[in-house]
């Protein structure tokens, strides 16, 4: 997809937080947090044109699955354009409120990584405190949610649901991002909350 249908996008649909696709940078900084040496499940919020799907298709073993969850109808098209003939991906046309209820109808028990890039500054608070809470539900023991977001407001809700939250900062992407990885269970907050600069 090109800038300008991007931009298109961005306009027409309020959902749509991103006037540019993700760098290569932001992915990098975000997927470094996945496993892929291991099989494993990953959900992903709002993947927009599949940027970051791609690249995890691309490190992800045979015995792994993807779920893609989009709610613009536009990218759910290009989505499922370009993982049709790739068995481990499955479009969802839906909000990510309702992952519970997907991950049942497509029989994945559970997610070792929840991949966020939906803008939650757009959600109210009862919404946005829901979504956690189901993320956190759907997370496998080991699990983690990473999300990455335009603005530092995600540190506070995150830290109230997840035992341990990292915030890195990736200044090569347009806009920069911050980048956060919540475990489902780990030490505490304050020994492993830090913010690095982009490297």
């Known amino acids: 997809m090109g800038a300008l249908q991007y931009i298109k996008n961005f306009i027409q649909d309020k959902d749509v937080a991103a006037i540019a696709p993700s760098s290569k940078f932001l992915v990098e900084r975000v997927c470094r947090w ?13 993947p ?26 536009n990218f759910v ?4 354009e370009r993982t049709r003939r790739d068995d481990r ?10 992952v519970r209820e997907i991950m049942e109808a497509i029989q994945m028990p559970e997610a070792d990584y929840v991949v966020s890039g939906i803008p939650f500054s757009f959600l109210d608070d009862d919404t946005r405190k829901d979504l956690l809470v189901r993320t956190r539900s759907v997370l496998s023991d080991d699990g983690k949610f990473l999300v990455y ?7 506070e809700p995150l830290r ?16 920069p991002m911050f980048a956060y990885e919540a475990l ?13 600069s982009a490297s």
């Open 34 to 46: 996945i496993d892929f040496s291991e099989p494993c499940r990953i959900v992903e919020y709002g």
């Open 48 to 73: 927009g044109d599949g940027v970051f799907s791609e690249y995890m298709l691309e490190h992800m073993g045979p015995e792994s699955s993807l779920l893609l969850i989009e709610s613009n109808e």
């Open 77 to 80: 098209r290009q989505l499922r």
């Open 89 to 98: 991906a499955t479009v969802v046309c839906d909000r990510a409120e309702n």
């Open 149 to 155: 977001q335009n603005y530092n407001h995600m540190e």
């Open 160 to 175: 109230r649901h997840f035992p341990s939250v990292t915030k890195e900062y990736e200044l090569f992407n347009l806009p």
């Open 184 to 196: 489902k269970n780990g030490p505490d907050n304050g020994q492993h909350l830090r913010a690095n």
